[in-house]
């Protein structure tokens, strides 16, 4: 009988030894499981989704798509080849060979394309830290250099170099532009204007 009540006892202390890591284990599984629920439910919500994956701590979509409205009507896509997401940072969207159409309700549009760009959900902004290159309906095509568009305040900020090359051969370039769509201004720094000049934006 001792010897039956030893056998219990070493049993029941090694299903304690066992849940005192599996219990925590089986938590953090948990856990994991729901954040990860989490995230894919809002990209799946915000994005056009072709194809998703986790690769370690990132979740990547192919050619994902996100859109949207500004308060004066002018509409906004964004698309990418990849786009990279960290877990610890949902809110942030690493693109990669990325696409912006902004399109106005007067008809104006608007292309530029990048490399690479970061998407801020939060702040409803996107940043391209190296060359955007862009053309227009109005025939105008420019690059860009170190650029952030606000979708709120409605704003292009190019805080490196801009050249805009026009239909009729006119080029500008400045050294920085921060462009207001709400007031319709153009504010470049150390702007040169060279009329019907050659070479243009390649």
Same mark, same amino acid.
């Given at each position: 009988?001792?010897?039956?009540?030893?056998?219990?006892?070493?049993?029941?202390?090694?299903?304690?030894? !066992?849940?005192?890591?599996?219990?925590?284990?089986?938590? /953090?599984? !948990?856990? #994991?499981?729901?954040?990860?629920?989490?995230?894919?439910?809002?990209?799946?919500?915000? *994005?056009?989704?072709?194809?998703?994956?986790?690769?370690?701590?990132?979740?990547?979509?192919?050619?994902?798509?996100?859109?949207?409205?500004?308060?004066?009507?002018?509409?906004?896509?964004?698309?990418?080849?990849?786009?990279?997401?960290?877990?610890?940072?949902?809110?942030?969207?690493?693109? &990669?060979?990325?696409?912006?159409?902004? &399109?106005?309700?007067?008809?104006?549009?608007?292309?530029? &394309?990048?490399?690479?760009?970061?998407?801020?959900?939060?702040?409803?902004?996107?940043?391209?830290?190296?060359?955007?290159?862009?053309?227009?309906?109005?025939?105008?095509?420019?690059? +860009?250099?170190?650029?952030?568009?606000?979708?709120?305040?409605?704003?292009?900020?190019?805080? #490196?170099?801009?050249? /805009?090359? +026009?239909?009729?051969?006119?080029?500008?370039?400045?050294?920085?532009? /921060?462009?207001?769509?709400?007031?319709?201004?153009?504010? +470049?720094?150390?702007? !040169? *204007?060279?009329?019907? #000049?050659?070479?243009?934006?390649?």
């Amino acid at each position: 009988m001792r010897r039956r009540q030893f056998q219990k006892l070493n049993r029941r202390n090694d299903i304690v030894a !066992v849940l005192r890591w599996a219990v925590p284990v089986i938590g /953090l599984l !948990v856990t #994991g499981i729901l954040v990860v629920q989490i995230i894919l439910t809002n990209l799946t919500r915000d *994005y056009g989704i072709s194809g998703l994956r986790i690769e370690q701590d990132q979740v990547v979509i192919d050619k994902p798509r996100y859109g949207g409205i500004t308060p004066d009507g002018t509409r906004y896509n964004i698309e990418a080849a990849v786009a990279r997401v960290q877990t610890s940072a949902t809110d942030i969207i690493y693109l &990669e060979q990325a696409g912006i159409v902004i &399109e106005q309700s007067d008809g104006y549009q608007m292309r530029g &394309e990048a490399q690479s760009a970061i998407l801020d959900l939060t702040k409803q902004s996107i940043n391209i830290p190296g060359i955007m290159r862009s053309t227009d309906s109005e025939g105008v095509r420019g690059v +860009f250099v170190d650029t952030r568009i606000d979708w709120v305040s409605q704003t292009l900020n190019s805080r #490196g170099a801009v050249t /805009l090359e +026009f239909e009729d051969g006119a080029i500008i370039n400045a050294q920085s532009l /921060l462009y207001d769509a709400r007031a319709a201004s153009w504010d +470049f720094t150390r702007a !040169v *204007y060279v009329v019907a #000049g050659d070479g243009g934006v390649n």
